[in-house]
């Protein structure tokens, strides 16, 4: 690839470059998107690019110009994918909101999960909060009341079965 003569646009030309660097390319946008057929699409594009501007790329900048291209094109995807979620997002919580009988129920199975854990022992409802609402881990959870991880377990089982018998009639 150091001769400066040669077009991209020659034929045998391009084949060299999309022989030396189709793998290389494809593996570099494999490891970013986490999916061959994607990465394979991105690295076909990027020479689809390449052959159709091979008059304006020098050949000592193919390389660099074929994974700037397929970078770009990836993080545009990303970008994009964020934007659809975000959409999607707030579409569903707009169809959410406007369900008045779905609200109700929400309230309602949140009323009757509060009361339900409200009943629990101190000690279910203790280790239960510790790991449900504020994150702990077991490990952490007998750290903090000085007890051991089986007691930390017992007592969380507990407070599971006794909350799915307070709150049977919703499918949990």
Not at 60 to 83: G, M, P, R, W
Not at 99 to 113: A, G, I, N, S, T
């Amino acid at each position: 690839m150091k001769n400066t003569l040669a077009s991209i646009c020659e034929k045998t030309v391009f084949e060299k470059v999309f022989k030396d660097y189709s793998l290389l390319l494809r593996n570099f946008i494999y490891a970013k998107c986490g999916d061959v057929s994607k990465a394979e699409d991105y690295t076909q594009d990027a020479f689809v690019k390449l052959w159709n501007n091979c008059a304006k790329v020098p050949i000592n900048k193919a390389k660099s110009y074929l994974f700037t291209i397929t970078k770009n094109a990836f993080f545009n995807d990303y970008e994009h994918q964020k934007v659809v979620l975000k959409y999607k997002a707030l579409k569903a919580d707009r169809v959410n909101n406007e369900d008045p009988e779905f609200e109700y129920r929400q309230k309602e199975f949140q009323q009757e999960l509060n009361n339900a854990i409200n009943r629990l022992t101190d000690k279910q409802r203790e280790v239960f909060l510790l790991n449900r609402i504020e994150k702990k881990k077991y490990k952490e959870i007998a750290e903090i009341l000085d007890i051991s991880v089986k007691t930390v377990e017992m007592r969380m089982s507990s407070a599971l079965v006794s909350l799915r018998k307070s709150i049977k009639n919703y499918k949990i």
